[in-house]
């Protein structure tokens, strides 16, 4: 007799033991883009996950990959363990992989041809080292069901321009052409401000002892010739 299992049995693993990246730069890569696009999307509906698998038909825990960042519109927002598309009813919109010569014919052929079979509407290619990309960035936008080349670096479900910025991708709003801070440099920004408040707040403290001895001088002068208005 053949054993059935039930669907509540099935076990979809959260991590198979493997590395997240080849290397440091391509971790930071990863992290960095995660951070940014977290910053960026915070309090809409959507989330933004890095290194977890994505399991793709019910049933069949095999089926699955593990994008380095994936954004996902319309669903709740936070992490997950893993994310099931059949229970969140939502695929990816955009996906990025920190791609290398060792991880190329698995990027550039199986997993663009399942993120193009799936409906997943970009899907970039960012090689930190650019060693196989002389660009470093390269992106497919899904037309229809195929993907086609990107050619202005732009990406449409997020409305950000893209930038090879060293071996980092820079994020730019197109609605004011601001870059989305990564975390160093929003550390930067935040200390550049603490340290204005702090002048302003001495200058007004200077102002205000300023205010003071004129009001301590005036006083005195009251003391000695009357009022000015008698």
Do not use: C
Request: charged share 30%; aromatic share 10%; glycine share 6%.
């Amino acid at each position: 007799m053949l054993e059935t299992v039930a669907k509540t049995d099935i076990i979809y693993p959260s991590s198979d033991g493997e590395p997240v990246a080849e290397t440091y730069i391509h971790l930071y890569a990863i992290l960095t883009t995660l951070e940014v696009l977290k910053q960026y999307l915070s309090g809409q509906q959507g989330t933004v996950l890095a290194n977890q698998f994505m399991y793709y038909s019910q049933g069949l825990p095999r089926m699955r990959v593990a994008p380095d960042v994936m954004v996902i519109f319309n669903v709740e927002p936070g992490g997950r363990d893993n994310y099931k598309i059949w229970e969140e009813k939502e695929v990816p919109q955009v996906i990025f992989e920190m791609t290398s010569p060792g991880t190329k014919n698995q990027d550039q052929e199986f997993k663009k041809t399942l993120y193009e079979q799936l409906g997943v509407k970009e899907y970039w290619l960012f090689d930190p080292k650019g060693e196989w990309i002389p660009e470093q960035l390269k992106g497919y936008r899904l037309r229809n069901t195929v993907y086609e080349v990107i050619e202005d670096n732009r990406s449409e479900p997020l409305q950000l321009q893209l930038k090879v910025e060293g071996q980092l991708i820079g994020f730019y709003r197109e609605d004011t052409g601001k870059k989305l801070l990564i975390p160093e440099e929003l550390a930067t920004a935040l200390q550049e401000k603490e340290t204005e408040l702090q002048e302003k707040e001495t200058e007004l403290q200077q102002e205000k002892q300023k205010l003071s001895e004129m009001e301590a001088m005036l006083e005195k002068y009251r003391q000695q010739f009357g009022d000015l208005s008698e």
